[in-house]
C-alpha cells in the first residue's frame, strides 16, 4: 500500500532556531500533501495544503513567516518551523493521497517536535 | 463541510463487539465516510470508507443508513490492541479535500 515517510521522528531544539521536517510519498506521487498539528489530547488540527511548484496555502490562523512549506517535488515536502519557541512544540503530521487508490489517505508516522 | 459528532470516549473488554457511531448530519451527495485510527505518537490510519449500505473488510464494518445523516464503526472481537482514538470523516473519494479532525472518540479496551 501507499507509504508515506517523516522524518524526523523526533527532534529537541533551541529557542530561536530552525526545524526542518521531512514528508516523503515512497511509492506514489503527491501533487497535494497536507501539513497537521497535534497537542497532547487532542485532534489533528489541519495547518496548511502543500502543493507542488506553486505556494502553500494555510489554514486561517496559522503564520506562513512561521511554517515554511516547500514542495519541490511530486514526492517532496517540506515543513519548516523557524525561530522556534517552545509554544510550537507539538507533534506534527503529514498527509498524501495516492490518486491509484481512492480509498482514504495515507499519514506520515509524526515528528514530535521539542523546543528549549 | 460536514460537522462530524462522535462520543468522547467509550470503554469496553476484550473479546467484545464496539459500535462507534458518528453524526453527519450535513453531509454532502459526493462525500463518503470514511474512519481512521489513530495509536498515540503516530499518524492516523485509515480503516473503512463507505457511502451507504455496509461496507466489510478484514478490520472492521461500516453501516450507513439510506440517509446517510450517521455512520456506525463495528469492531469485532476487540483486544487491547484496538484501545486508540477513532475519527469519522466526510471524504470525497478520489480527490483531494483537506480533512478536518473533530475530536474523534477515544476507545478503552480493558483485560
Known amino acids: 500500500g501507499a507509504v508515506v515517510s517523516q522524518h524526523p521522528s523526533r527532534v529537541i531544539c533551541k529557542s530561536g532556531t530552525s526545524v526542518k521536517i521531512e514528508c516523503r510519498s515512497l511509492?506514489?506521487?503527491?501533487?497535494?500533501m497536507f501539513w497537521y498539528r497535534q497537542f497532547p489530547k487532542q485532534s489533528l488540527m489541519l495547518m496548511a495544503t502543500?502543493?507542488?511548484?506553486?505556494?502553500?496555502?494555510?489554514e486561517q490562523g496559522v503564520e506562513k513567516d512561521k511554517f515554511l512549506i516547500n514542495h519541490a517535488s511530486l514526492t517532496l515536502s517540506t515543513l519548516t518551523v523557524t525561530s522556534a519557541h517552545p509554544e510550537d512544540s507539538s507533534f506534527y503530521i503529514c498527509?498524501?493521497?495516492?490518486?491509484?487508490?481512492?480509498?482514504?489517505?495515507?499519514f506520515g508516522s509524526g515528528t514530535r517536535l521539542t523546543v528549549v | 463541510l460536514a460537522k462530524t459528532t462522535q462520543p468522547v470516549s467509550m470503554d469496553s473488554y476484550e473479546g467484545q463487539e464496539v459500535n462507534i457511531t458518528c453524526s453527519h448530519n450535513?453531509?454532502?451527495?459526493?462525500?463518503?465516510i470514511t474512519w481512521y485510527q489513530q495509536f498515540p505518537s503516530q499518524g492516523p490510519r485509515f480503516i473503512i470508507q463507505?457511502?451507504?449500505t455496509k461496507v466489510t473488510n478484514e478490520v472492521a464494518s461500516l453501516f450507513i443508513p439510506a440517509d446517510r445523516k450517521s455512520s456506525t464503526l463495528s469492531l469485532p472481537r476487540v483486544s487491547l490492541s484496538d484501545t486508540a482514538v477513532y475519527y469519522c470523516?466526510?471524504?470525497?473519494?478520489?480527490?483531494?479535500?483537506?480533512?478536518?479532525f473533530g475530536a474523534g472518540t477515544r476507545l478503552a479496551v480493558h483485560p
Open positions: 498527509s498524501a493521497r495516492d490518486q491509484g487508490n481512492s480509498y482514504g489517505y495515507t
Open positions: 511509492d506514489f506521487q503527491a501533487t497535494t
Open positions: 502543500s502543493n507542488e511548484g506553486s505556494k502553500a496555502t494555510y
Open positions: 470523516l466526510p471524504e470525497i473519494s478520489g480527490g483531494y479535500n483537506k480533512l478536518i
Open positions: 450535513n453531509i454532502a451527495t459526493n462525500d463518503y
Open positions: 463507505g457511502y451507504k
